[in-house]
């Protein structure tokens, strides 16, 4: 049997700048009880605006060498899950390799949306399982702060800046632990719900475009929220029926942390009980690709994950993407 890609090292990184509902109250017309009761958000964090994505990957690189002791110079690839990396090229994965030296790794952006880093995390995986690569870092990182309209109540309420990562080597023959599975989708037609037009092939920069505001995020709340519950919970509990789990063989369910109310309905789908579930959407809001690292990191480095333990993650985002991965913890 072909070896399977465990984790071996998980960082995180938040920028040290937070910005409360409070804050926020005195740039649009919004108050407290109406953004913790409807998306559960008290909190996020920004980035200094002299930065780029890749400063923020760096520095969950860094939790995983200070950690692990990894050698930058043996990594092989870097897979980096970003919808705001530094530049649209070169990518945001190459920027991070030269800041951390890793000179022997190869590198791409994967561009996933909400959906990134389980997209990414399923692709090193294969990665490692081939035989072809033995250390593959995987990125989940958004400055999310650079495209958001600070004037719409409707997006930059939601919206936050972090980083996560993690790094995949192969795990002993025959043994089950590190990716097991994985149940990756698209459905390009819900493309219309949930983008940023301007700055690509279609609508290139031009004064008329950053004039319409072009290069903020849009979103449909409301059309988006109706797909995210029902595909969230639905692949949820598909990754769990697949490999004959119930939600009592789950120690944490780690989902994608765009709204507390659709990550209720999926917790509820699996039968999961409060203590199982992974939520940080109070402290972060919507970091986009980074929501799920950042809160494996957080839970592993609260020493709440024990060798055997099983987390299932799920996220929902634009394009439409969504997923749902079983990760079985190895170290
Ligand atoms: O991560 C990628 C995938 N994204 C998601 O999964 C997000 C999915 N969507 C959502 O989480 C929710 O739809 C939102 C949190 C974005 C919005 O919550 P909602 O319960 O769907 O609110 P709504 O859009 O239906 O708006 C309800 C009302 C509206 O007023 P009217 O038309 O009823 O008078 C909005 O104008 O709330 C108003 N509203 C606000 N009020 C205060 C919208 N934004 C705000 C705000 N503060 N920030």
């Not at 250390?135 to 650079?146: E, F, R």
């Not at 279609?202 to 950053?210: F, G, I, K, M, Y």
Request: hydrophobic content about 40%; proline content about 3%; aromatic content about 8%.
């Amino acid at each position: 049997m072909a070896r399977k890609a465990i984790v071996t090292g998980v960082g995180h990184y938040a920028p040290p700048k937070r910005v409360t509902n409070a804050d926020l109250e005195k740039m649009v017309d919004t108050n407290d009880e109406w953004i913790v009761s409807r998306t559960g958000i008290r909190e996020r964090r920004a980035l200094d605006p002299e930065l780029g994505c890749s400063y923020m990957a760096a520095r969950a690189t860094e939790m995983i060498m200070k950690d692990t002791g990894l050698d930058p110079a043996e990594i092989d690839l870097i897979i980096f899950a970003t919808v705001t990396p530094d530049t649209v090229f070169p990518s945001a994965s190459c920027r991070l390799q030269a800041e951390i030296g890793a000179s022997n790794a190869w590198c791409f952006d994967l561009s996933g949306a909400c959906s990134g880093f389980v997209y990414a995390l399923d692709t090193g995986a294969r990665y490692i399982e081939s035989g072809r690569y033995k250390k593959v870092l995987v990125i989940g990182a958004d400055k999310m702060t650079s495209i958001l309209d600070m004037k719409d109540r409707n997006t930059c309420i939601l919206f936050g800046d972090a980083a996560g990562a993690v790094l995949l080597e192969p795990g002993e023959e025959d043994e089950e632990y590190g990716v097991i599975d994985a149940v990756l989708r698209s459905d390009g037609n819900g493309g219309e719900h949930l983008y940023m037009m301007g700055g690509g092939s279609l609508h290139p920069a031009t004064h008329e475009t950053v004039e319409k505001k072009m290069h903020y995020i849009y979103q449909d709340g409301r059309t988006v929220f109706k797909f995210a519950v029902t595909k969230m919970a639905d692949i949820s509990a598909e990754i769990l029926e697949r490999n004959q789990l119930t939600g009592k063989d789950v120690k944490f369910f780690i989902p994608h942390q765009a709204n507390l109310r659709i990550i209720d309905a999926a917790a509820r789908r699996m039968g999961l009980d409060e203590s199982q579930v992974v939520v940080n959407i109070d402290r972060y809001g919507n970091t986009t690709a980074a929501t799920i690292p950042l809160a494996l990191s957080e839970v592993y480095h609260d020493d709440k994950l024990q060798k055997g333990d099983n987390i299932v993650i799920a996220a929902f985002g634009a394009g439409f993407t969504w997923g749902g991965l079983l990760l079985r913890w190895a170290i």
